[in-house]
């Protein structure tokens, strides 16, 4: 079975930091791009960020260009959101899920996500 599991949210301040990490299993790393995505309360999800496993291309959303950082390790099959200069509309639940044959990653989510993880919650306090 595929699993995507998210962790590390948490409670932060404004301008703090916080590092998410999705761990895979049950899928072939490099066939997959993995996106990490958002919601906050009255929203739409978001795309935040996409890895492209395979060839290591990255794409992160205007909204969080130049805080966020997406990386991945495919020794421990999980994929990293690095979060900095924090802001209280960061706030929401965040959920990484995969997508098979997507090789740029701006595409990522274009034709819809094939594997979703359960989310973890940001809360950043002004």
């Known amino acids: 079975d595929v699993q995507l599991q998210a962790s590390g949210g948490g409670l932060v301040q404004s301008g703090g930091s916080l590092t998410l990490s999705c761990t895979v299993s049950?899928?072939?790393?490099?066939?997959?791009?993995i996106g990490w995505f958002r919601q906050a309360p009255g929203k739409e999800r978001e795309i935040v960020s996409c890895i492209v496993n395979g060839n290591g291309r990255t794409d992160v959303s205007d909204s969080v260009k130049g805080r966020f950082t997406i990386s991945n390790d495919a020794s421990k099959n999980r994929v990293f959101l690095q979060m900095n200069d924090l802001r209280p509309e960061d706030t929401a639940v965040y959920s990484c899920?995969?997508?098979?044959?997507?090789?740029?990653?701006?595409?990522?989510?274009?034709?819809?996500?094939?594997?979703w993880g359960e989310g973890t919650l940001v809360t950043v306090s002004s």
């Open positions: 899920a995969a997508v098979a044959s997507i090789l740029i990653p701006s595409y990522c989510d274009y034709y819809g996500m094939d594997y």
């Open positions: 049950g899928l072939n790393w490099d066939d997959y791009a």
